[in-house]
């Protein structure tokens, strides 16, 4: 009878670990599928956020291909900042399907006060820094360096950086040439040699010596790499319209900024013997022999900016694009990066 008892436990205790051992099998099993489901729901949303980042682009693109004022662009079209009849952006959180997607940028209207628009934002309300060498002329490139300087000074106002230094190594990495400016650099460390070739993409000043992040990611508001360089007088900044001429000695960049709030925007520029002005009719009279190039001033734009974020529970992708849009026909991607 003792033996029989004895049998009889073992056996119930093999049983248990039997037991405990599939109960450590199924929840190990369980733990991994729960993990694999995560990651593939993960995955899922990552997809459906990236597709949703790209619906918000292609929105953006159609409301400038649908911009029925083709003669002017202006900071308060649709493809800036489209208002709906709530006064709620349009493309704040734009519901789609399961998640969102939210098209927006940072404007500085002056260097102090920023705005956040629902748009696109305009790349020729920026200085185009690789148009300094467009023209050969010697004239020529130290004006357009002149006013690279202009606006360095202004935007790393009180910062150690040094202007002249700064504009000047710039040109000499992307001038075709071998000759120094006053205060460039032509020949590098560790055999790192000039590109000698315009930049492809911003970034691209890192390697060029006396440029750091913090630096660049304050002259992206005001700088590009793209477009013919023309600049839009009606989403120029302040700093960037001071840089170019317009100073207490022509007229104002402040006052062409405020007529935007009157609902004034250059329709036409025109030479004038008279002091430089801007009328209620939307003409821009710039004063014979002022110190700005109107060659290099437009009233509408073709580049933009666009920075896309798709969201689908709490799974975030971004798409930062910038692209040419003539007409539907001729839209031209320039720059593609996600993140």
């Keep these: 009878m003792v033996k029989k008892t004895t049998q009889s436990g073992a056996v119930l205790v093999i049983i248990v670990w039997i037991l405990a051992i599939l109960v450590l099998l199924a929840i ?15 995955h899922l949303d990552r997809i459906q956020a990236f597709y949703l980042a790209k619906a918000g682009l292609e929105r953006i693109y159609r409301e400038k291909l649908n911009d029925k004022d083709t003669a002017i662009d202006t900071l308060d079209e649709p ?6 009849s709530n ?6 959180d734009f519901a789609l399907g399961n998640g969102k997607f939210a098209v927006q940028y940072d404007y500085y209207e002056t260097k102090d006060k920023k705005q956040t628009f629902y748009g696109m934002q305009d790349e020729q ?21 002149g006013e690279f300087k202009k606006l360095l000074d202004s935007v790393l106002e009180g910062s ?3 202007s002249d230094s700064l504009v000047d190594t710039f040109i000499d990495w992307i001038d075709n040439d071998q000759d120094k400016r ?3 650099k032509e020949a590098y460390e560790k055999s790192v040699t000039p590109k000698n070739a315009p930049l492809n993409r911003l970034e691209e000043l890192l390697m060029i010596d006396g440029y750091t992040p913090a630096m660049i990611e304050q002259l992206e508001r005001y700088i590009t790499i793209y477009g013919d360089g023309l600049i839009n007088v009606n989403t120029a900044s302040q700093e960037v319209l001071e840089a170019v001429g317009f100073n207490e000695n022509t007229l104002k960049a402040e006052d062409i900024i405020s007529s935007r709030g009157d609902g004034v925007y250059v ?3 025109k030479s004038s013997d008279t002091p430089s002005a801007l009328g209620t009719d939307g003409i821009l009279y710039i004063k014979s022999g002022a110190d700005i190039d109107t060659s290099r001033l437009s009233v509408k734009s073709s580049v933009f900016k666009a920075r896309s974020i798709g969201t689908v529970n709490n799974v975030i992708k971004k ?7 003539d007409s539907e026909a001729l839209a031209q991607q320039l720059y593609w990066y996600e993140d």
């Design 87 to 92: 006064k709620e952006p349009e493309f704040k």
């Design 28 to 42: 190990s099993v369980g733990r991994r599928t729960s993990i694999e489901l995560r990651l593939v729901r993960y």
């Design 182 to 184: 006053p205060q460039g």
């Design 319 to 325: 798409i930062t694009t910038v692209i040419k849009i």
């Design 125 to 145: 309300s920026k200085l185009n820094i690789n148009k300094i060498i467009e023209n050969s002329e010697t004239q020529v490139i130290n004006k357009r360096a």
């Design 267 to 269: 329709r036409e520029i």
């Design 79 to 84: 493809w800036s900042n489209k208002i709906k």
């Design 160 to 162: 150690a950086a040094d």
